[in-house]
């Protein structure tokens, strides 16, 4: 939008990934994909949870589900007024991940992440960061009886 228009305020900010399609190590066998595990880095100040989905044997027709990518745990940010010092850390980046359960069976897979930004003017100066780092995947190998 911003290289078509005087810019992107107000509008939701959107970006998908798609994976190239792959075998996983087990070409030419059927399989039966359960789980996706992705690792990402997030800051602090990532407003929403990504959506994530498979893709099988080249079709292109995922369905995308919210990825839960809170922290285990809630450090205390520092400069907030209601945390004691010396117990508060700087705000940044965050190392997450959630096993995510998916369904398909097939030979290939392609893994689809999306995310949606919604506007808000109170975080104008601050950076969203939202890195993959990479995917892990769980099948089952089957095959005709």
Do not use: C, H
């Not at 998916?102 to 919604?118: D, L």
């Amino acid at each position: 939008m911003a290289d078509e228009a005087a810019g992107d305020e107000g509008q939701t900010l959107s970006a998908s990934v798609k994976g190239a399609f792959g075998a996983y190590g087990a070409l030419g066998n059927i399989k039966q994909w359960e789980m996706i595990l992705p690792l990402v880095t997030i800051n602090t100040a990532f407003p929403v949870d990504p959506e994530l989905g498979l893709n099988v044997d080249f079709a292109n027709d995922a369905v995308l589900d919210p990825i839960d990518f809170t922290p285990a745990s809630v450090t205390p940010i520092w400069n907030d007024p209601l945390t004691l010092w010396d117990e508060a850390q700087w705000p940044g980046d965050i190392l997450t991940s959630q096993w995510a359960t998916v369904n398909g069976v097939g030979r290939f897979a392609s893994i689809v992440m999306a995310v949606e930004v919604p506007w808000d003017e109170n975080r104008l100066l601050t950076p969203l960061t939202l890195r993959i780092n990479s995917f892990t995947v769980s099948y089952q190998i089957g095959g005709l009886i």
